[in-house]
């Protein structure tokens, strides 16, 4: 079945950095465009940054020149790199295969990683 795991998040200060991983099985990798999506403290579900099957990626504006998004397709691997965190950054984040339009049922997401930026 799909499984999906994400990694890499924890405390850190304003301006810091993280890097957050997604190990994925269980489906062709390859062929599916990937999501971050993340959902801040008393809020809903927020996309932040998509990566098609080519390569091609795009960013929330809340996030744009700040965060980065990659995959490996060999390792099965999804990256979101995290620089100059705010506190509105924090959250559960999670990876979410399909494309934009239709994206992987939430019953079948990882637990996601939380980020929580403070000082």
């Known amino acids: 079945e799909v499984q999906l795991v994400e990694s890499g998040g924890g405390l850190v200060q304003p301006g810091g950095s993280l890097r957050l991983s997604c190990a994925a099985s269980?489906?062709?990798?390859?062929?599916?465009?990937m999501s971050w999506v993340r959902q801040a403290p008393g809020k809903g579900l927020e996309w932040v940054s998509y990566?098609?099957?080519?390569?091609?990626?795009s960013y929330a504006d809340s996030v744009k020149g700040r965060f980065t998004i990659s995959r490996d397709n060999a390792k099965n691997m999804l990256y979101l790199q995290m620089n100059s965190l705010k506190p509105e950054d924090t959250g559960v984040y999670y990876c979410?295969?399909?494309?934009?339009?239709?994206?992987?049922?939430?019953?079948?997401w990882g637990q996601g990683t939380q980020v929580t930026v403070s000082s």
């Open positions: 979410v295969p399909g494309v934009r339009e239709n994206p992987m049922a939430r019953a079948r």
């Open positions: 269980g489906f062709l990798f390859g062929s599916y465009a």
């Open positions: 990566i098609n099957s080519g390569g091609s990626t």
